[in-house]
């Protein structure tokens, strides 16, 4: 067997709590070609240029991998159509659909375009969220700051937002991290176990869509609160968006309106726990939060990479060409690490100047829900930290959830001492 | 002590105990300030300003403020650091004298430097009748209380507007009345608005965009007279196609005259096209030669641009004041090797009739043009400009995410047209003409005339100009 590339060896599971060594000899190629045949874009610079040029696609249906791909190849190009057999949403779609997708989301999401203040509308209610999750951590002398922190704020909040009642979060929540578990890019995706939950995770994504299609559904024949309902009955300038594609996109949003959050301030205590001076300067100076979060975001990036993207013409970049068809890999986990970007990119600086990180991507696929993201984690983190006293790390590395792209700790033990009011 | 050495040691001694003045306290005399106190500058800083404000910030002036949804006064802009400054502010320059290095003020003070940034920019051209560019409800637009009249004049519920001009000012304004729910009549020389700076097949979209928007748009006619009733107030203009139009709002949008009069007699490359400068932000004396105590930035600097044939521009762009100004304060507290280039891709944005308008590189440098990307139609797009074979420019309507594609294609000389996208190709792909205006025959154009033999007599001398 060949040796592992270094992009393999990120992806392995045994590699998930510090894929960063990998990545440092990941960059030494900016643009890596995979035995598969997919390029691996791992310096700053260079996703950015990708990120911007209209000659990649982001739609999955346009992937057309060389001739050369290895026998791996398309077992995992299997995959990724099996677990993502949707229609193609704002993510997984090009301009001019993109484009016209994204502005009706965005109006129903943000508000109209002359009052778009939905989403910082939601403060006073993140607040209380919050607040009582960490009342209910009084008396406890040990917490898990996933399940019982990171986790129920975003999707309580996203819910809410959707229209997705929340009594039905045990059932999408199994399904989403059935789904999450079978999707694998690396060394280990052929073996017996993944193969076993690929096909466990094309039943949940199925059963998933078909509990999004019937809420949608009931909204087309009941409207109700949330912005699906209103997606439903908006016939908008440029057209009503079809009922597949609204699933699609309402199973995007659901999903990585919360799973990305939830990484994200799993990632922020965990890190602040490793980080003593980068706490205590927090807590003396709570305003570096929104910098902070800048620059939690680019130590450890919700989204390492994305995988649905192709080159649809011979694009040169960085000595290399990557060829029509080519699977494009931008890994926002490497370029947030990239020393010619970075100054010292291993080091958490809370006030890091010019902090302009791809943790949310750039360009026109550049988070959705950002602004909703960095208001739930800024005030979730910047709470933690001011209420919780003497938090300390029970196991580090904690132990990290299966999948590659949405990275996150599967639990965070802290042990405290008490919770101030 | 070797050369080096001393000149380290001069630099760290004009850091500690050096006096810098910076006359011009907007956007570009503020970011200078802020770059000097970085750079560690520690000795006495003057920032002079001829109006009686902080410096603010501008681009709102035509869009937000008109709109009133942002008092004039709140538009201050943000600062980095601690200044430590002595500002004069409401007291305009008069004067310079290189030989005693002394800033002459409006109250007649002097004021002594050791190195000097001009950062004065440019002000409103005014409607060229004093007596009726003196009516009530005749404006321009560049200033905070510009914009705080006109806002109140909008406010008031005009029965029409008439815009001079359809230059970026022009159009916005014109977009705000529609808006506001103002009617608005546009009266443009040119054949349509936007031309000077992006060109006729641009133009002509933009001009369909007023119209569509309900701005009676009139090209080609100029505006002769302004009438006003007895009470002083305008009433209605006479355009040169033998039409009246009855507006009791007038907004002179003829574009910026750059501040330099406070520079005559001061020997230095300035005149109606800005203060020449290299491109590390150093003022040409006005034989062409460098100065090294004498630095310029923002929209009164014109330097040679690698990127443009080293030809001289002058970008009257929001970046290029904010990074003109880092790299001239930068470069007055260094000696080479030290010196940083300005060497900016200029850029600048417009927001009107309801699209956000993104530009880089030099428009008006290409003389074709490509639609690379979206629908004209729908006036969603990105063009690009090209000359000789080669990416000059680009613009976008509501595309601004793909402008930095464009960017680095420009920086990068690639050529034109560019290689086509992966999707969403307009109906047509084929480079035409752009359409620029043959550059106009410059006014006032001061003569300059050589003097002297010997090298140490020979010398540039602009001709007294007749008053």
């Known amino acids: 067997m060949a040796e592992e590339t270094p992009w393999q060896q990120a992806l392995r599971y045994a590699n998930r709590a510090n894929p960063y060594p990998f990545y440092t000899e990941l960059r030494k190629t900016p643009v890596a070609r995979q035995p598969d045949g997919t390029y691996v874009v791992s310096t700053y610079r260079e996703i950015l240029a990708l990120l911007h040029d209209p000659r990649v696609s982001s739609d999955v249906r346009r992937i057309r991998p060389g001739g050369s791909a290895a026998a791996g190849a398309d077992q995992d190009d299997e995959a990724i159509k099996e677990v993502i057999s949707l229609e193609p949403n704002i993510i997984t779609s090009d301009p001019p659909e993109h484009d016209r997708d994204r502005r009706l989301l965005t109006r129903h999401f943000y508000g109209p375009q002359d009052s778009p203040h939905r989403i910082c509308d939601l403060e006073p209610e993140i607040r209380r969220i919050v607040a009582g999750l960490l009342d209910e951590m009084r008396g ?26 929340l009594e039905d979060e045990p059932h999408f929540h199994a399904w989403i991290e059935t789904a999450l578990n079978a999707l694998d890019f690396g060394p280990e995706a052929g073996s017996p176990e993944i193969q076993r939950q690929l096909e466990q995770g094309r039943r949940s994504v199925e059963d998933f869509e078909k509990f999004m299609a019937a809420l949608i559904e009931r909204y087309a024949e009941q409207p109700g609160t949330g912005m699906l309902s209103a997606v439903v009955h908006d016939d908008g300038r440029e057209g009503r968006m079809s009922e597949g594609v609204l699933v ?22 965990l890190t602040l726990l490793r980080h003593p001076d980068a706490l205590e300067k927090l807590r003396r100076r709570p305003e570096l939060i929104v910098p902070g979060v800048e620059e939690l975001l680019r130590f450890e990036s919700s989204v390492q990479f994305w995988h649905t993207r192709s080159a649809v013409e011979d694009i040169e970049i960085a000595g290399t060409t990557i060829p029509k068809g080519s699977p494009i890999f931008l890994v926002y986990g490497s370029g947030n690490r990239d020393p010619d ?58 132990p990290y959830r299966h999948n590659q792209i949405f990275r996150g700790p599967r639990h965070v033990l802290v042990d405290i001492d008490g919770v101030r009011d | 002590m070797t050369l080096s050495a001393t000149l380290a040691e001069l630099v760290r001694d004009f850091k500690a105990n050096g006096r810098i003045v910076v006359v011009g306290a907007s956007l570009a005399g503020l970011r200078a300030a802020e770059t000097l106190r970085g750079e560690g500058f520690a000795g006495s800083l003057t920032i002079i300003g001829d109006e009686p404000y902080e410096p603010y910030d501008r681009p709102p002036l035509s869009k937000q403020v008109l709109k009133g949804w942002v008092p004039a006064d709140h ?7 601690e200044l430590d400054a ?21 109250d007649g003070e002097q004021v002594p430097f050791d190195r000097l940034l001009i950062a004065t920019g440019t002000r409103a051209r005014q409607w ?49 009345c529609r808006d506001l729910d103002i009617p608005v009549t546009v009266a443009e020389r040119g054949p349509a608005p936007l031309v000077g700076a992006l060109g006729g097949v641009i133009g002509e979209i933009a001009a369909q965009m007023q119209r569509d928007h309900g701005v009676d748009l009139r090209c080609g006619v100029g505006v002769l007279s302004l009438e006003g009733d007895a009470g002083g107030h305008v009433r209605r203009a006479r355009l040169s196609d033998g039409t009246t139009i009855e507006a009791d709002v007038v907004l002179a949008s003829l574009g910026s005259i750059r501040n330099v009069e406070w520079l005559e007699g001061a020997g230095l490359a300035a005149g109606f096209w800005g203060v020449g400068c290299d491109a590390g932000g150093r003022a040409f004396d006005i034989n062409g030669v460098a100065t090294d105590t004498i630095y310029v930035a923002g929209d009164v600097a014109r330097a040679p641009h690698v990127l443009y044939e080293y030809q001289f521009l002058a970008m009257e762009h929001w970046d290029n004041a904010v990074f003109g100004a880092e790299v001239a304060a930068h470069n007055m507290v260094s000696l080479e090797p030290d010196y940083y280039p300005h060497l900016l891709l200029p850029g600048f944005w417009s927001g009107q009739f309801g699209v956000n308008i993104k530009s880089v590189g030099v428009p008006p440098f290409g003389d074709e043009i490509v639609f690379m990307q979206g629908s004209v139609e729908e006036r969603r797009f990105a063009a690009a400009y090209g000359r000789n074979g080669r990416i000059v420019a680009a613009v976008t309507f509501d595309h601004g995410k793909w402008l930095e594609y464009y960017a680095r294609l420009i920086e990068q000389s690639a050529p034109f047209p560019p290689p086509p996208p992966g999707w969403d190709r307009p109906d047509v792909m084929m480079p035409i003409p752009a359409q620029f205006p043959e550059p106009g025959v410059p006014t006032a154009v001061p003569d300059v005339v050589l003097t002297g033999h010997d090298p140490n007599e020979r010398r540039a001398e602009f001709r007294p100009r007749s008053r």
């Open chain 2, 128 to 176: 060229p009748n004093p007596a009726e560019a003196a009516l009530d409800g005749v404006f321009s637009l560049r200033s905070r209380d510009d914009a705080a009249r006109l806002r109140q004049a909008l406010a008031d519920g005009p029965s029409r507007v008439l815009v001079i001009g359809a230059g970026f000012i022009g159009s916005e304004v014109a977009s705000i």
């Open chain 1, 140 to 165: 406890k002398t040990r917490i898990d700051a996933v399940d019982e922190f990171a986790y129920p704020l975003p999707v309580t909040v996203i819910s809410k937002i959707l229209g997705v009642p």
């Open chain 1, 248 to 269: 699609s996109n309402a199973l995007l949003l659901l999903f990585a309106g919360h799973e990305t959050t939830v990484n994200l301030i799993a990632h922020s205590v």
């Open chain 2, 86 to 106: 002595d500002w004069r502010l409401g007291v305009a320059a008069t004067g310079l004298d290189r030989a005693t290095r002394q800033v002459r003020l409006a």
């Open chain 2, 75 to 81: 538009t201050q802009l943000p600062r980095f650091r």
């Open chain 1, 341 to 398: 970007r970075f100054d010292n990119p291993d080091e958490l600086d809370l006030e890091r100047p010019d902090n302009q990180h791809l943790g949310f991507s750039q360009g026109i696929h550049y988070c959705f829900g950002a602004p909703l993201a960095r208001l739930e984690v800024q005030i979730a983190v910047s709470e933690f930290v001011r209420r919780v006293e003497n938090p300390r790390l029970v196991a580090d590395p904690p």
